[in-house]
């Protein structure tokens, strides 16, 4: 008797954990658990695009992103995204971008993701949403989320929006940044919550930067409607500048991916 109650109270607290795993609690409100991408498997192609892209494709970027176990890869649960020094058709890089467009998208909700990258000169690792809007009215029109940024040797990651008023084609984009600091190699949580009337970033549940849609847009709010997640790593381009020539590879790691409504 005594043996079954044990085992009564052990299958009652996994449930209980179980279902904590499932919801998170963040500024006040409850979310569930949607969807979670852990990188148990390759590579679900039903979920994930895998980019093909010339170097310079967008702001004067120096890798070609390939499709290539090389650049793209999940190993040992992660996955990973390999930029190399090498020559590759018209480019002297080549990296990884993959995204969901068209087959997994959200409108509001909690986006967290696992992550870790090098602090390489010259390196951009970024993870960010993007309105599936963009085939039809083009960006920056159709809105763009970014959770998460980082530039080069920096120890601070950036968070910000992009719009039609708001970009940084105009150099006025919304957006602010996080200290890591001895954090900055190490594998942190970056979370963003994003709903009708505002949208919150985080960093290991810590948030550092909200925007009201009140405070900033009228009729002119750009963040309703399906977006789909990009998570890619540009080397070069007009933000970090070229690298090193030192440079050899880089990689930017995702441990793991969830949703939560």
């Not at 950036?158 to 602010?176: D, I, K, P, Q, T």
């Not at 290991?204 to 990009?230: E, R």
């Given at each position: 008797?005594?043996?079954?109650?044990?085992?009564?109270?052990?299958?009652?607290?996994?449930?209980?954990?179980?279902?904590?795993?499932?919801?998170?609690?963040?500024?006040?409100?409850?979310?569930?658990?949607?969807?979670?991408?852990?990188?148990?498997?390759?590579?679900?192609?039903?979920?994930?695009?895998?980019?093909?892209?010339?170097?310079?494709?967008?702001?004067?970027?120096?890798?070609?992103?390939?499709?290539?176990?090389?650049?793209?890869?999940?190993?040992?649960?992660?996955?990973?995204?390999?930029?190399?020094?090498?020559?590759?058709?018209n480019?002297?890089?080549?990296?990884?971008?993959l995204?969901?467009?068209?087959?997994?998208?959200?409108?509001?909700?909690?986006?967290?993701i696992?992550?870790?990258?090098?602090?390489?000169?010259?390196?951009?690792?970024?993870?960010?949403?993007?309105?599936?809007?963009?085939?039809?009215?083009?960006?920056?029109?159709?809105?763009?989320?970014?959770?998460?940024?980082?530039?080069?040797?920096?120890?601070?990651?950036?968070?910000?929006?992009?719009?039609?008023?708001?970009?940084h084609?105009?150099?006025?984009?919304?957006?602010?940044?996080?200290?890591?600091?001895?954090?900055?190699?190490?594998?942190?949580?970056?979370?963003?919550?994003?709903?009708?009337?505002?949208?919150?970033?985080?960093?290991?549940?810590?948030?550092?930067?909200?925007?009201?849609?009140?405070?900033?847009?009228?009729?002119?709010?750009p963040?309703?409607?399906?977006?789909?997640?990009?998570?890619?790593?540009?080397i070069?381009?007009?933000?970090?500048?070229?690298?090193?020539?030192?440079?050899?590879?880089?990689?930017?790691?995702?441990?793991?991916?969830?949703?939560?409504?």
């Amino acid at each position: 008797m005594k043996n079954k109650s044990i085992t009564l109270i052990i299958l009652v607290l996994l449930t209980a954990n179980c279902q904590m795993n499932h919801k998170k609690i963040i500024n006040g409100k409850t979310y569930k658990l949607t969807w979670q991408e852990d990188f148990e498997t390759l590579l679900n192609k039903d979920i994930w695009n895998l980019e093909e892209r010339d170097a310079g494709w967008v702001n004067n970027e120096l890798q070609a992103y390939t499709s290539r176990s090389e650049n793209l890869q999940v190993d040992n649960n992660y996955l990973i995204i390999s930029s190399i020094k090498e020559e590759y058709k018209n480019a002297n890089y080549t990296s990884g971008r993959l995204n969901t467009q068209n087959k997994l998208n959200w409108e509001y909700g909690y986006f967290e993701i696992k992550a870790k990258f090098d602090l390489e000169e010259g390196t951009w690792p970024a993870i960010w949403l993007l309105s599936e809007k963009i085939s039809s009215v083009g960006w920056p029109k159709c809105g763009e989320i970014d959770i998460m940024e980082h530039v080069n040797n920096e120890k601070k990651i950036y968070g910000s929006l992009h719009s039609e008023r708001y970009n940084h084609m105009l150099g006025n984009n919304l957006g602010n940044s996080f200290l890591l600091d001895e954090l900055a190699s190490e594998f942190n949580i970056y979370g963003l919550e994003w709903t009708k009337d505002f949208i919150i970033w985080y960093v290991n549940d810590k948030p550092f930067y909200t925007v009201n849609k009140k405070d900033f847009f009228g009729n002119d709010w750009p963040y309703d409607g399906k977006y789909f997640l990009i998570i890619n790593q540009a080397i070069g381009g007009d933000w970090p500048g070229s690298p090193l020539e030192t440079f050899d590879s880089s990689k930017f790691l995702i441990d793991w991916i969830k949703v939560y409504k």
